[in-house]
């Protein structure tokens, strides 16, 4: 009897048990389920040490889910091959309705081996804790706006308006802490609300500082001080936007870095015909939302502020002469971004009037641009 030198391996994880099917690689080869297995640690091994009975080498896989990324990295130390996949790029078979946990093991087997599935970037046990204290933090703004909206929805209720600015300065809480409400009942959760604002605000102080006290000794933290030298790019959103993408070596080319973010456009052709439309959005929303953020400081004409020429006097000088960061090389991009620019010729006549294109690494036609070449 002779064995297939791949083995492929579906989990369906779960909080308190995993669907486990494997397909041998031959594609005549049916898929095997071999029922629910724990989480536990000696449960894992056991699988682990019961697979390479049946094939020497073995690649599993499961989806991305609320289980976090642990089980990868364990089954990863323990020398198998593990994907954790995109559970959005997993194709599905419109008519098929039924959907267990046996089902979707076998699925993700038959998918491993037809090479139909996408894998997701897996981090690193310390570059998820910086990510998981960017998401704390966005948690926190989150909340903080919310608390905002109650207390303001609650004042309008009871026609309590303030005459000046309400931009939640030292004006604005002096004024909050002279507001009297009518009735006791309503002075109470007027002071509730008020101790939210409060607490949420400094939660996000707390967070904002144990998020800047881990990067100086972060292995990514030099490419955290080289995105510092962009305008609008300060700590927390370089942080941010590194720890969500991870090592940025891991893609190829922009139009990979832009599909990651979601920031291409979506198509629906047929034939001769082509029709582009939005932004797909598919990709990392906090890296994205981040990255749009500093995007927002390009409104503004070019320039190099105080802030930003402390910043750029911080960063190493590169030893060729085409560089991405430094003084030079930033003081130079930004006077070139007053220059008036050439439009991009009309595609097709579909051009409309007053619009403008943006490439973001590519020129028109999809061609990277000379830039990108000599680079």
């Given at each position: 009897m002779t064995h297939s030198s791949t083995l492929y391996v579906g989990m369906d994880v779960h909080k308190d048990s995993i669907a486990v099917a494997d397909v041998a690689q031959d594609h005549h080869a049916e898929v095997v389920s071999l029922?629910?297995?724990?989480?536990?640690?000696?449960?894992?091994?056991?699988?682990?040490?019961r697979l390479p009975s049946t094939s020497p080498h073995l690649v599993l896989v499961y989806e991305a889910g609320p289980c976090g990324d642990w089980l990868s990295r364990d089954l990863t130390q323990q020398g198998p091959v593990c994907w954790v996949v995109a559970p959005s790029l997993i194709p599905t078979k419109p008519g098929d309705r039924v959907t267990t946990n046996r089902r979707d093991a076998i699925k993700l087997a038959r998918l491993m081996r037809s090479g139909d599935?996408?894998?997701?970037?897996?981090?690193?046990?310390?570059?998820?804790?910086?990510?998981?204290?960017?998401?704390?933090?966005?948690?926190?703004?989150?909340?903080?706006?919310?608390?905002?909206?109650?207390?303001?929805?609650?004042?309008?209720?009871?026609?309590?308006?303030?005459?000046?600015?309400?931009?939640?300065?030292?004006?604005?809480?002096?004024?909050?802490?002279?507001?009297?409400?009518?009735t006791p009942a309503q002075q109470m959760v007027f002071q509730e609300y008020v101790r939210a604002v409060t607490e949420h605000t400094e939660r996000l102080q707390r967070l904002e500082q144990a998020l800047h006290e881990p990067v100086n000794t972060w292995r990514l933290q030099p490419v955290v001080?080289?995105?510092?030298g962009l305008r609008g790019v300060q700590c927390t959103v370089a942080v941010t936007l590194v720890a969500e993408l991870g090592d940025l070596t891991r893609f190829a080319n922009p139009r990979q870095l832009m599909r990651d973010l979601g920031l291409i456009p979506s198509e629906s052709s047929s034939g001769d015909r082509r029709r582009q439309g939005g932004l797909t959005k598919a990709g990392n929303t906090h890296a994205r939302r981040a990255l749009i953020e500093g995007a927002w400081a390009y409104r503004s004409p070019a320039k190099v502020s105080r802030h930003l020429q402390w910043r750029l006097e911080t960063l190493p000088e590169t030893?060729?002469?085409?560089?991405?960061?430094?003084?030079?090389?930033?003081?130079?991009?930004?006077?070139?971004?007053?220059?008036?620019?050439?439009?991009p010729p009309p595609s097709g006549g579909r051009h409309r009037p007053g619009t403008e294109c943006v490439y973001m690494g590519y020129g028109p036609g999809g061609t990277p641009d000379s830039r990108d070449r000599d680079r």
């Open positions: 029922g629910n297995r724990g989480t536990r640690p000696c449960d894992i091994d056991h699988l682990i040490r599935l996408t894998p997701v970037y897996v981090p690193t046990v310390e570059d998820e804790a910086i990510r998981d204290l960017c998401r704390a933090r966005a948690d926190a703004i989150r909340a903080l706006k919310t608390a905002k909206f109650r207390l303001n929805a609650f004042l309008l209720r009871q026609d309590i308006r303030d005459t000046g600015r309400a931009t939640w300065g030292p004006a604005h809480r002096r004024w909050l802490s002279e507001v009297v409400c009518p001080e080289a995105l510092q030893a060729s002469g085409d560089q991405l960061e430094g003084p030079s090389a930033a003081v130079h991009t930004l006077a070139a971004a007053d220059r008036p620019r050439e439009k």
